[in-house]
């Protein structure tokens, strides 16, 4: 039997934070070395598209979140890794799903929900600054699951619904036109599904919260200092299970490490003793990788031709997929 298939993709649309290696990078580069998997990975810089329209910074940090994949242990020769635009066939099964969406699917999709509603209690439009490129996001994301007929889709909590989205597609079309999808699986690691943010907010791009997971040791140390914490003094015990710096710890701590913070707060850490040992413990395990990402940054052209690779590779998959969507959907050649 062949392997099952695991796929996932990571949005270029700004530096590569902490929350992009605990949530994707770091189980994602786990599950391909386990040999246990065919891995699809790939940089998703059309959804980029969406929500960041500077041209810079949506071409610097496609290379900025290659390299960091492949500097945190990812092997392009084991699994597909490439750039979700170097896939024509992306957009062009994105149109057939369309077809085969219902419009009501869609209008419920939490990202454009709570744009709608964040208008309307602002008193607007309802649709005012909302790009039609929002409002089908699941469908390019369905697309790009349904491309490969991956099974497992290793997400955090908060994209659970589009893959549910993806699966509900999948079924109808396959239904209208016969079974040519597989239909996906989120996989949400329940304890570490999204890290929270210097404001204790998911950490995320949107919320201009992020910890970058390469910058440099001073920065790094900055802006592990600027996580939100209360008020209690040195000596005062702190509650470990409503505290960011606890729970970033533990997302990079053994659980023998995580155990002895745990009573650390108990017994009244200070912040600023906290934040030094979360500091000093994740430095550690991103020292060595940090002069692997330099080095790729400063060498865009191998990051490139590895890119490249990876395009031709998963175009074996999608050119052949597409050609027989084409004749499934009516689109074939006359005579
Ligand atoms: N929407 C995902 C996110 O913002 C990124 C993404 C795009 C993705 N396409 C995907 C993730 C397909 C998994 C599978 O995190």
């Known amino acids: 039997m062949s392997k099952q298939r695991v796929l996932t993709g990571i949005t270029t649309s700004g530096a590569p934070h902490l929350g992009n290696y605990v949530g994707a990078i770091r189980p994602a580069v786990e599950a391909s070395l386990s040999g246990e998997f065919d891995s699809f990975f790939f940089l998703a810089d059309y959804h980029a598209l969406i929500k960041c329209q500077d041209p810079d910074i949506v071409h610097q940090s496609t290379l900025e979140i290659a390299a960091a994949w492949l500097a945190l242990g990812l092997d392009p020769t084991t699994v597909t890794f490439y750039r979700q635009s170097d896939i024509p066939e992306i957009p062009e099964l994105t149109w057939l799903l369309t077809c ?40 390019l994301m369905a697309a790009d699951i349904l491309m490969f007929n991956a099974h497992k889709i290793p997400v955090g909590r908060d994209q659970i619904q589009h893959i549910e989205m993806a699966r509900d597609i999948a079924q109808r079309f396959n239904h209208h036109y016969g079974e040519h999808f597989v239909l996906p699986v989120a996989q949400v690691d329940k304890e570490m599904a999204i890290l929270q943010g210097l404001d204790g ?135």
Do not use: C
């Open 100 to 139: 085969m969406t219902a419009k009501g699917l869609v209008n419920r999709a939490h990202a454009y929900k709570s744009a709608v509603q964040s208008n309307e209690e602002n008193g607007d439009d309802s649709d005012l600054g909302i790009n039609m490129g929002l409002f089908s996001y699941p469908i």
């Open 201 to 335: 907010r998911k950490m995320s791009k949107s919320y201009g919260n992020t910890i970058p997971l390469f910058s440099s040791e001073k920065k790094l140390k900055k802006h592990i200092n600027k996580i939100k914490t209360n008020l209690l003094e040195p000596g005062e015990p702190k509650n470990a299970d409503d505290s960011a710096v606890f729970q970033i710890w533990q997302a990079f701590a053994t659980a023998e490490q995580t155990a002895e913070m745990r009573d650390a707060f108990g017994n009244g850490i200070a912040w600023g003793e906290a934040k030094k040992q979360l500091f000093e413990l994740v430095n550690k395990q991103l020292e060595e990788p940090r002069e692997k990402y330099m080095d790729l940054i400063a060498n865009p052209g191998e990051v490139e031709a590895i890119l490249r690779q990876g395009a031709t590779k998963a175009r074996l998959h999608s050119t052949e997929l597409m050609m027989s969507l084409r004749q499934a959907v009516g689109l074939r050649r006359l005579g």
